[in-house]
Each structure stands twice: as C-alpha cells, then as structure tokens.
C-alpha cells in the first residue's frame, strides 16, 4: 500500500478572478468595494483557475517534494477540470465524485488588488464516512483546511483516526469556524500537532486579543504549534516543545493578488517541519512560497518546488529572532 507525505482534506473549486478596476472606499471603518444595485458593470478581465484549500495545499506539498494524497467530495459536473490538475501535479485523489454541483468561487479583485470572494461550497460539504477508504490513509501527517457541513464531521473522525493511528494532524480552519468558538473545533484542535490562523482569525478563535493571551490560549486547546500571520506585519509561531516564540517580517513587495497566499503560507510552513523538524527554516519556506505566490495571478501558478524555494531564501535574507515567553 502507497505511503504518503500527508493527505491534505479540504475544498477543491473552480475559480473566476474578476478584475473590477474599481477603487476600495471606506464604510463604517472598514474597506468596501461598492457596486450600484441594478447596474451593468464592464470588467478589465477575467481569469479561470481551480482553487479551494485543499487543492491549493495539495499543489504546494506536491512540489515540495512530498508524496501527496487529496481527499474530498467533488462534484460530476465540474470535476474533470480538477482531476486533470492533480494529475498533473503527481497529486493521488483518493475522495469520491458525487451527483452534488462542485464548488465555486467568483473572487472580485479592487484596483488595490484586495479580493472579496463569493464561494458555494458544493460538493465539498458532502464528504461522508462512507465515501473513506481506510486502506488509502497510510500517510505520516493529515492537513485539515476548512470544511463544513457532513465534512467537517468527517474530519473530526479523522482526527480520532490519526490520534489512534499515530498521524499528526495540521490545521487552518476559516474565520467562519474560528468565530464559533474552541468549542467548536475541540475535536479536531485537542489531536492538532500545528494550527495556522492569521491574527484576527486567532482572536476570534481565542476569544482574546493580547497576542500571547492568544498563543497561550490556543496552546492549551492542544496545539503543540501555533502559527499567526497577519499580512505584511510579523509572523509569529510559537513552539510549545522549546517554549519559544519565533517572529520574522515579511520582505517589501510589490503584491499581484492575493488569493492563496495564506494556503502557500501554511502549506510551506508544515512541508518545512515534514522535510527539517526545524521552525526557522520552515518559517523561511512559508514566507518565501507565500511572498511568490501574491507576485503573480492566481493561487497555484507560482508556487515554488523545493529547490527553487532554497534558491530564493539564500538571495533574500529573512531575519528570525526567538525569545522564551
């Protein structure tokens, strides 16, 4: 039986980018792009891609040079598209394809190219036990991206199962599960070995706002790592082994888009502990990925292999500085 790297379970969907070439403007304290009800509005371009966390994730791991699996429901009407990318990418799909309407997203894009993304689930959200096959999770490390519905139950199982089977779990649950709470998510975040969040993301999730009331809240639900972005500002991962907290910033650069940074940023972060063990290195590995996929369009279409990534590091210095907390 194949042994994989990591299974990464999570959404595949098929993506419009929309380019508005419309301005950002400011609403109630918070950036909006504005559209009149009832009108006609001509666009500057349009760009077809697959997307979804899981997919995303999948692409990353794969050419990082890990042995991939993905695992999802997708649907008959839509699904071609995706097959034909996974394997392209050496990516195994060890889910089910049902008669549910795959998932898409319309993700609209400013002139500050901010995007705003309007998704339909589809499919995704109907991954049920049934549709497993056991046979097929030999693999070292799981990577849960969001998913909700009769797969997000599915994922708690699979929590259980790697717990008893001795796989490591990665985590990047959405704002949409973060908001409902540790609670929520205890099923899956108690068997968690990292979880991935940006800040506002960890504050809601946490329910504190003190970035190390954060960590240390999250610490406690199970994570043994914790990982916080937030944009152009510093990351932080926090090592609850060491009882180390590393912050590093992110370089200066001019951004395309930002549609699948934080996938590549996760992805990268997790195939770098997989490949090294070591947090500085993986923090290299995650910002270098995330910083070449918002050069460019689309979520995939710059994602870094390994050695291009060392290449990268190697030119571009990234200070990590490291403190007990």
Partial sequence: MKRYDIITVGS???DIFIYTGLHESVAKGKKVMCYPIGGKIA???IHYDIGGGGTNTAV??????????????LGEDNCKKILDLLKKEKIDFIGKVGKEFNGFSAILDSKEHHRTIFTYKGSNDFLGKNDLDLKKLNTKWFYFSS???KSFKTQQFLASYAHKNKIKIAYNPSEYQAKKGIKYLKKILKYTTIL?????????????????DVIKKLNAAGP?????T?????????????????????HDIKVAETTGAGDAFASSFVAGIIKTNSIESSIKLAITNSESVIQHIGAKNKLLTLN?????????KIVISKKSM
């Fill in 12 to 14: 595949g969907v098929v």
């Fill in 224 to 228: 043994k790592i914790v990982c916080i």
């Fill in 308 to 316: 291009e990534a060392k290449k990268k590091i190697k030119k571009k």
């Fill in 60 to 73: 990353s791991f794969s050419r990082l040079g890990n042995k991939v699996a993905y695992l999802s429901k």
């Fill in 196 to 212: 991935i969040l940006n800040l506002e993301e960890a504050q809601l999730l946490s329910r504190k706002k003190n970035l190390i």
């Fill in 43 to 45: 666009v500057n371009k």
């Fill in 230 to 250: 937030n944009a152009s500002k510093p990351v932080f991962v926090y090592d609850g082994n060491t009882n180390l907290l590393y912050s590093a910033m992110p």
């Fill in 147 to 149: 998913m909700l519905g």
